[in-house]
Each structure stands twice: as structure tokens, then as C-alpha cells.
């Protein structure tokens, strides 16, 4: 079962890649961790890797890929996975069919998670975060004890440049230009399923629940 999310930034679908992971007992592989982990482990790809990003450029698709195919091809995937953050663009995709297609592999569902900008505006503007610990919270969905303060550490909760309403729409925009087009290239694939990502979480999760099967 190889699976991809798709959404906006904000939609959930992290916190849903992270419960079908879970749930079906494949791993949940987003590429922010894998290069992270490269890099901290020192390979040679994660080395080629940190060259892009300590100049501040994105990494190329094709040494992206290679550094997905690598930790597809570890034991824990051989039941599949969920990837979470890639890919992101049209030319992302076809590399990484391509490579699967090398290995006679394809992806079965690409998921996506859908949520109207404005619902995403609110829901991301409302976020609050710990300037101390890290620790975050919702103004409407997990407000903290005491308004404007860290349950567990007492420090200030600030709402993150990342969060910002306008931010987010340059975000969004982003998203609309470069992701959006994967929509019609998985519908043309025919494995694209939506599952309305405004209803509750635990509901977004029984809709994919019902598209991949118990």
C-alpha cells in the first residue's frame, strides 16, 4: 500500500498521514525527516543534500528522489508507506514514477485532504505557540488553561510569523501554482481520492479508513 497526501499547508494531512501509518503499520516517510536524518547520519546523499540547503537552494528533484528511494527500499517499507511532503510539483511526480516504475512499483492512492483557503486562514491563525518549550495550542480547538500562557511551562504564546494570515495566503498561493496540478495528473492516474478535510479529524480519518479498506 503506497500511498501519498495530498492538501494545502494547514489541511491536516500530516496529522492524517501519521494515524494510517499507524493504523495499517507502514511508515510514515516525509521527506523533511529523511533529510534530517541523512544529513545528521552523515551519507553521502545527505552530504550532496546539505550543499543545496546551506546555500539556501532547494534540492534538486532527482537527488530527492534517490534519497526517497533509498529509505523506501529499507525493510519497514516492504508493506508500503505513506509519503508526506513529496512530491510537490508535476516534475517531482513523473521522477518518482519513474523510479517506481523502474522497480515495477507504482503509487495505489494519492489522498487528498481537502480544505477551503479561508477554512485553512482561520484554522492556522488561531494557532498559538510557546515561546519557550515549543508547546502549541488553538485559540478555538486546544486553548490553553489561561489565555496568552504555556500550560506546561507558564512562558508566552505567540502567534508565529508562519501563521500569519497573510503568510498563509502566500502559502496557499504557492500551493495553488506548484501542488494543485498533481490533483489532475493522480486523477489521470486514476488513484486520486478526496475526503472533505473541514469535518473532524477522526472523521477525515474514517473517510480514508473507507477508501483503503480495514
Given at each position: 500500500?503506497?500511498?501519498?497526501?495530498?492538501?494545502?499547508?494547514?489541511?491536516?494531512?500530516?496529522?492524517?498521514?501519521?494515524?494510517?501509518?499507524?493504523?495499517?503499520?507502514?511508515?510514515?516517510?516525509?521527506t523533511?525527516?529523511?533529510?534530517?536524518?541523512?544529513?545528521?547520519?552523515?551519507?553521502?546523499?545527505?552530504?550532496?543534500?546539505?550543499?543545496?540547503?546551506?546555500?539556501?537552494?532547494?534540492v534538486?528533484?532527482?537527488?530527492?528522489?534517490?534519497?526517497?528511494?533509498?529509505?523506501?527500499s529499507?525493510?519497514?517499507?516492504?508493506?508500503?508507506?505513506?509519503?508526506?511532503?513529496?512530491?510537490?510539483?508535476?516534475?517531482?511526480?513523473?521522477?518518482?514514477?519513474?523510479?517506481?516504475?523502474?522497480?515495477?512499483e507504482?503509487?495505489?492512492?494519492?489522498?487528498d485532504?481537502d480544505?477551503?483557503?479561508?477554512?485553512?486562514?482561520?484554522?492556522?491563525?488561531?494557532?498559538?505557540?510557546?515561546?519557550?518549550?515549543?508547546?502549541?495550542?488553538?485559540?478555538?480547538h486546544?486553548?490553553?488553561?489561561?489565555?496568552g500562557?504555556?500550560?506546561?511551562?507558564?512562558?508566552?504564546?505567540?502567534l508565529?510569523?508562519?501563521?500569519?494570515?497573510?503568510?498563509?495566503?502566500?502559502?496557499?498561493?504557492?500551493?495553488?501554482?506548484?501542488?494543485?496540478?498533481?490533483i489532475?495528473?493522480?486523477?489521470?492516474?486514476?488513484?486520486?481520492?478526496?475526503?472533505?478535510?473541514?469535518?473532524?479529524?477522526?472523521?477525515?480519518?474514517?473517510?480514508?479508513?473507507?477508501?483503503?479498506?480495514?
Amino acid at each position: 500500500m503506497k500511498i501519498i497526501m495530498l492538501g494545502a499547508p494547514g489541511a491536516g494531512k500530516g496529522t492524517q498521514a501519521k494515524m494510517i501509518a499507524d493504523k495499517y503499520g507502514v511508515p510514515h516517510v516525509s521527506t523533511g525527516d529523511i533529510f534530517r536524518a541523512n544529513i545528521k547520519n552523515g551519507t553521502e546523499l545527505g552530504m550532496e543534500a546539505k550543499k543545496y540547503m546551506d546555500q539556501g537552494l532547494l534540492v534538486p528533484d532527482e537527488l530527492t528522489v534517490k534519497i526517497l528511494l533509498d529509505r523506501v527500499s529499507q525493510p519497514d517499507c516492504k508493506n508500503g508507506y505513506v509519503l508526506d511532503g513529496f512530491p510537490r510539483t508535476i516534475p517531482q511526480a513523473e521522477v518518482l514514477d519513474k523510479a517506481l516504475a523502474e522497480l515495477g512499483e507504482s503509487i495505489d492512492y494519492a489522498i487528498d485532504v481537502d480544505v477551503p483557503d479561508e477554512n485553512i486562514v482561520k484554522r492556522m491563525s488561531g494557532r498559538r505557540a510557546c515561546v519557550s518549550c515549543g508547546a502549541t495550542y488553538h485559540v478555538v480547538h486546544v486553548p490553553p488553561k489561561k489565555e496568552g500562557i504555556c500550560d506546561r511551562c507558564g512562558s508566552e504564546l505567540i502567534l508565529r510569523d508562519d501563521d500569519k494570515p497573510e503568510t498563509v495566503k502566500n502559502r496557499l498561493d504557492v500551493y495553488h501554482k506548484q501542488t494543485q496540478p498533481l490533483i489532475d495528473f493522480y486523477t489521470k492516474k486514476g488513484v486520486l481520492k478526496t475526503v472533505d478535510g473541514t469535518v473532524d479529524m477522526q472523521d477525515v480519518f474514517k473517510a480514508i479508513v473507507a477508501i483503503l479498506g480495514e
